[in-house]
Structures are given as structure tokens and as C-alpha cells.
T-cell receptor
Framework: AQSVTQLGSHVSVSEGALVLLRCNYSSSVPPYLFWYVQYPNQGLQLLLK??????LVKGINGFEAEFKKSETSFHLTKPSAHMSDAAEYFC????????????FGTGTQLKVEL | EPEVTQTPSHQVTQMGQEVILRCVPI?????FYWYRQILGQKVEFLVS????????KSEIFDDQFSVERPDGSNFTLKIRSTKLEDSAMYFC?????????????FGPGTRLTVL
């Protein structure tokens, strides 16, 4: 079975600083990896996904993530945080087969301070 | 842009009552999902549905839960006899044809409160 671990339930950065949200996965078969963002009282919005093409994936709002098989990681980064980035971020994994469900991490709450 | 819609946005019910949560997936999608998120916790998979049958379900999805696609557009989640611990945000998602690398599109959720 696949799983995802997100280190750091809360991350706080200053506006303009680098954002780094960590995600490690476990899967016995090649995974598909996703980052979703959830703003307060809203649903989940896809930021970016890795589907075995390029290992460096660019998403919306200036976010990107790099798939590193040797480290089983898919960390999310953004060079310069903006106040509007404050939200909860979920890493998720899916594999081929069955219902292709998403297995989510526990989430990281990002706070952006002036 | 096509989107997944869910109704109602908020449902309050008494313990033991039946509730039906409704979802309208994106029209040309073939795979449908329900997830739930208990307040302050992670999003958990409940069930996936394809070709008019359940393709996978989690251990949370016990006999009190059922799903249905009663017509060409709606996808419902029924909880037969609600418990206090069913209080959560329930998200519907849909996915188009192709591999599991395709994005699941999520609805805005239904907040279920069981009293």
C-alpha cells in the first residue's frame, strides 16, 4: 500500500522568503504524486502533479516540486512567498490499479508573515 | 471551466437519521470518488466508482454507507444511520479517462454535522 508523510504540520515564512514544504512517499510501484492546496472553507485545488515525465514539475502560482526517487521525496517549493499563499497544503500519492484512489498526507499549514 | 458541484454545502442532522449527499461530477468524467475530512485531520478516501460499480472502498466505508449514480449526472453518497463520528467535510471528486496520473477534480465539499 502507498503512503505519504508530510514533515511539519505548521510552517511559517516571511513574505518574500523561500517556501519549502516536505513530502516523502512510500510505494511499491511507480507512483503518481500530487500537491493540492486548500484555502479556508474551500475544496482542494491541484497545484501540480508528477506523472513519470519530467522530474521537475512546475505548477500554478509559482510553485514547483522535484521528484527524487532516490530520496522518495516530492518536496514543494516557491522562491518567494506571498501573503495569498497562506493555506493548507496536502501531498498525495496514487498508483495504477484498483480505484486509483488518492492517499493524502496529514497536511502542512503554511503561514506567511509580513 | 467545468467544475464539480456538491449540495448541500452544509447539512445538520440528528444521530440515527439518514442523509444523502449529492454531487454533480464533470460531465465527461468516468471515475468518481468520495473522500472525507474530519475537522483538523487529513483527507481520507472512502470509495471509488467506475462503470456503475464500486471499484475500491476503504475500511471506513462500512454497511452504513452506499453510493449511487441514479442518472447520467448525479453521484450520491448515502449514510443510512448517522453517528456523531460521521461529522466531517465530505468531498466528491471526478476524473477523466486515461491513467491514474490524471487529475481528480474536487468539489467544494459538504459539511455534515451530526448532533
Amino acid at each position: 500500500a502507498q503512503s505519504v508523510t508530510q514533515l511539519g504540520s505548521h510552517v511559517s515564512v516571511s513574505e518574500g522568503a523561500l517556501v519549502l514544504l516536505r513530502c516523502n512517499y512510500s510505494s511499491s510501484v511507480p507512483p503518481y504524486l500530487f500537491w493540492y492546496v486548500q484555502y479556508p472553507n474551500q475544496g482542494l485545488q491541484l497545484l501540480l502533479k508528477y506523472t513519470s515525465a519530467a522530474t521537475l514539475v512546475k505548477g500554478i502560482n509559482g510553485f514547483e516540486a522535484e521528484f527524487k526517487k532516490s530520496e522518495t521525496s516530492f518536496h514543494l517549493t516557491k522562491p518567494s512567498a506571498h501573503m495569498s499563499d497562506a493555506a493548507e497544503y496536502f501531498c498525495a500519492v496514487s498508483v495504477t490499479g484498483g480505484g486509483n484512489k488518492l492517499t493524502f498526507g496529514t497536511g502542512t499549514q503554511l503561514k506567511v508573515e509580513l | 471551466e467545468p467544475e464539480v458541484t456538491q449540495t448541500p454545502s452544509h447539512q445538520v442532522t440528528q444521530m440515527g437519521q439518514e442523509v444523502i449527499l449529492r454531487c454533480v461530477p464533470i460531465s465527461n468524467h468516468l471515475y468518481f470518488y468520495w473522500y472525507r475530512q474530519i475537522l483538523g485531520q487529513k483527507v481520507e478516501f472512502l470509495v471509488s466508482f467506475y462503470n456503475n460499480e464500486i471499484s475500491e472502498k476503504s475500511e471506513i466505508f462500512d454497511d452504513q454507507f452506499s453510493v449511487e449514480r441514479p442518472d447520467g449526472s448525479n453521484f450520491t453518497l448515502k449514510i443510512r444511520s448517522t453517528k456523531l463520528e460521521d461529522s466531517a467535510m465530505y468531498f466528491c471528486a471526478s476524473r477523466g479517462a486515461g491513467g491514474s496520473g490524471n487529475e481528480q477534480f474536487f468539489g467544494p465539499g459538504t459539511r455534515l454535522t451530526v448532533l
